[in-house]
Nanobody, 124 residues
Framework: QVQLVESGGGLVQAGGSLRLSCAAS????????MGWFRQAPGKEREFVAG????????NYGDSVKGRFTISRDNAKNTMYLQMNSLKPEDTAVYYC?????????????????WGQGTQVTVSS
């Protein structure tokens, strides 16, 4: 089992920045791709960004390209999401996810493990 815990959410004004973290614990983490998803009230869970174990592959949802940056520190078993130029429409609960796959998936069904989520609220 892999346990994932997100942190770093909060309230920020439009145009501001936040950095989310996802700490993983449990079984060996080697070889796991990871991703960030978000879900706003009444909407489906949306892919935000994904990163491979090797860090050589990253992908982003269209709505966050150029504003968000995903990264990971495998020595610390931690993944990050740097969010810049935040917009009110970025308001959602942000979830991290992990799966023993080579490449990050853009679908929630591609991940076996999920965190509990952290709330991000962007005020206008």
């Amino acid at each position: 089992q892999v346990q994932l815990v997100e942190s770093g959410g909060g309230l920020v004004q439009a145009g501001g920045s936040l950095r989310l973290s996802c700490a993983a614990s449990g079984r060996a983490f080697s070889g796991y791709s990871m991703g960030w998803f978000r879900q706003a009230p009444g909407k489906e869970r949306e892919f935000v960004a994904g990163i491979s174990w090797s860090v050589s592959i990253t992908n982003y949802g269209d709505s966050v390209k150029g504003r968000f940056t995903i990264s990971r520190d495998n020595a610390k078993n931690t993944m990050y999401l740097q969010m810049n130029s935040l917009k009110p429409e970025d308001t959602a609960v942000y979830y991290c996810a992990a799966d023993p796959r080579l490449m990050p998936d853009e679908l929630p069904s591609g991940y076996s493990y999920w965190g509990q989520g952290t709330q991000v609220t962007v005020s206008s």
